[in-house]
């Protein structure tokens, strides 16, 4: 395999995490908010959409190839303006959505799925929520929302305890979403065929997985597209529970 070069932007763990999946074949290329896109070399990023926008912006209207490594961290408003510089440029952004690699469902669409989710009090719920969302769109295949109900348990302390979502969709696809605290973090996803369990959703090997089919430029990554679906019903949640 010879050597490429990318560009690589974000925090000190997720580029030394990229440098690990990335491997001695792939030369980077460390790049700042600030700077201006390398024409023609691919994009790997991971942050704040107030620190990267601008350069994931030129860099599309470039022509080049995104993969955004934190999908759930950036706005719907962010990613919608994303999606329309990309159908204007005429490429496709990618998106990092490690839980459909590690759990699994099969070719089939499911028409029942329920993600139960336990997180460590330190942790923040948002990301977790975000990928469970994504993973229930792509195991039903529909982001067609009918309906959608919302709960949650603050703590005296004011940190959030436990959540519970439940989804239906147009085509009578239905999916239960919980979030709960504990020790260690810990994924189950149940079908009707089984359940399939987790403590470590997000891990190296996926992760190497994943860049690689980017490099490889695979048809079957997340596209920047599904995370808009996924975004606008976490947006839809956010919602109900602002009025409880």
């Avoid at 690990?20 to 023609?40: H, M, N, Q, W, Y």
């Avoid at 022509?63 to 329309?84: C, E, I, K, M, Y």
């Avoid at 759990?103 to 975000?130: D, M, Q």
Wanted: glycine letters at 8%; charged letters at 20%.
């Amino acid at each position: 395999r010879t050597a490429m070069t990318i560009c690589l932007g974000g925090s000190d763990e997720w580029i030394a995490s990229c440098r690990t999946a990335l491997g001695s074949t792939t030369d980077v290329f460390i790049v700042k908010p600030s700077d201006l896109p390398l024409e023609g070399l691919l994009l790997l990023i991971s942050g704040s959409s107030g620190d990267w926008y601008n350069l994931v912006d030129m860099s599309l209207k470039q022509g080049g190839r995104v993969f955004l490594g934190n999908p759930g961290s950036w706005s719907f408003h962010d990613l919608t303006a994303l999606q329309h510089v990309a159908d204007e440029s005429g490429v496709e952004m990618w998106t990092y959505r490690p839980w459909r690699r590690t759990l699994p469902h099969g070719e089939n669409a499911l028409r029942l799925v329920r993600i139960a989710v336990t997180i460590p009090r330190s942790e923040r719920w948002k990301p977790y929520f975000g990928h469970a969302v994504d993973r229930v769109l792509d195991a039903l295949d529909t982001d067609n929302l009918m309906r959608a109900d919302a709960s949650r348990i603050i703590s005296d302390a004011d940190i959030l305890s436990m959540l519970l979502i439940n989804l239906r969709f147009q085509n009578g696809s239905m999916a239960q979403i919980s979030l709960e605290r504990g020790q260690n973090v810990e994924v189950q996803m149940s079908m009707p065929s089984g359940a399939l369990q987790v403590s470590e959703p997000e891990s190296g090997a996926i992760l190497r997985e994943t860049t690689q089919a980017f490099l490889d430029n695979e048809p079957n990554l997340p596209t920047l597209n599904e995370a808009l679906a996924g975004r606008k019903i976490e947006e839809k949640i956010f919602s109900i529970l602002r009025t409880r």
